[in-house]
T-cell receptor, first 110, second 115 residues
Framework: GQQLNQSPQSMFIQEGEDVSMNCTSS?????WLWYKQDPGEGPVLLIA?????ELTSNGRLTAQFGITRKDSFLNISASIPSDVGIYFC??????????FGTGTRLTIIP | DTGVSQNPRHKITKRGQNVTFRCDPI?????LYWYRQTLGQGPEFLTY????????KSRLLSDRFSAERPKGSFSTLEIQRTEQGDSAMYLC?????????????FGPGTRLTVT
């Protein structure tokens, strides 16, 4: 099945650093969602975006819905150890299936 | 806990056996989705229900797979004659339609290992 392109695939950062990751698609989506997944668990919803150009924050997380509706960005400021995990973007048309990205694995170096 | 629940969390089965998983969505969420996630990949859509009606099935859902949601509440996913390629995490999600909220909330998943 189709998977959206996420970059980078993995990131190794030090605690306190800011993080940026993005997601691109060949298709237009009406909604972009960002999830975080810990090993052996289901994805947890972080942020949802509904309008092209929209910028939304949730604590230290900020996400943007690209103007073309084919991309989205997630930034994490001042990373902490519990930010470790895999981050997935997901695009959605209507209230139907999600198309997920390939994931960005975040590791914090002590 | 009022989140999505899935049972069992882990299932080990021998090739050729049938398995059934259960998903209980968040109360009042009328849409329920099944996804499959293999190692190192993002979840891939399998099928979804609105109430008891199954509205869409992915090509990934071969004829060995069947999903039901008989009363519009919990759902079951059955895999018949399991194959090693069926080994994956099976995720369930639910949502409550209504603008602007189309967010899907996931359960913890059922990890299937076919030996």
């Amino acid at each position: 099945g189709q998977q959206l392109n996420q970059s980078p695939q993995s990131m190794f950062i030090q605690e306190g650093e800011d993080v940026s990751m993005n997601c691109t698609s060949s298709s237009i989506f009406n909604t972009w969602l960002w999830y975080k997944q810990d090993p052996g668990e289901g994805p947890v919803l972080l942020i949802a975006l509904y309008k092209a150009g929209e910028l939304t924050s949730n604590g230290r997380l900020t996400a943007q819905f690209g103007i073309t509706r084919k991309d989205s960005f997630l930034n994490i400021s001042a990373s902490i150890p519990s930010d470790v995990g895999i981050y997935f973007c997901a695009g959605q048309t209507g209230n139907e299936k999600l198309t997920f990205g390939t994931g960005t694995r975040l590791t914090i170096i002590p | 806990d009022t989140g999505v629940s899935q049972n069992p969390r882990h299932k080990i089965t021998k090739r050729g056996q049938n398995v059934t998983f259960r998903c209980d969505p968040i109360s009042e969420h009328n849409r329920l989705y099944w996804y499959r996630q293999t190692l190192g990949q993002g979840p891939e859509f399998l099928t979804y229900f609105q109430n008891e009606a199954q509205l869409e099935k992915s090509r990934l859902l071969s004829d060995r797979f069947s999903a039901e949601r008989p009363k519009g509440s919990f759902s079951t996913l059955e895999i018949q004659r399991t194959e090693q390629g069926d080994s994956a995490m099976y995720l369930c999600a639910s949502s409550l339609p209504g603008s602007p909220s189309y967010e899907q909330y996931f359960g913890p998943g059922t990890r299937l290992t076919v030996t």
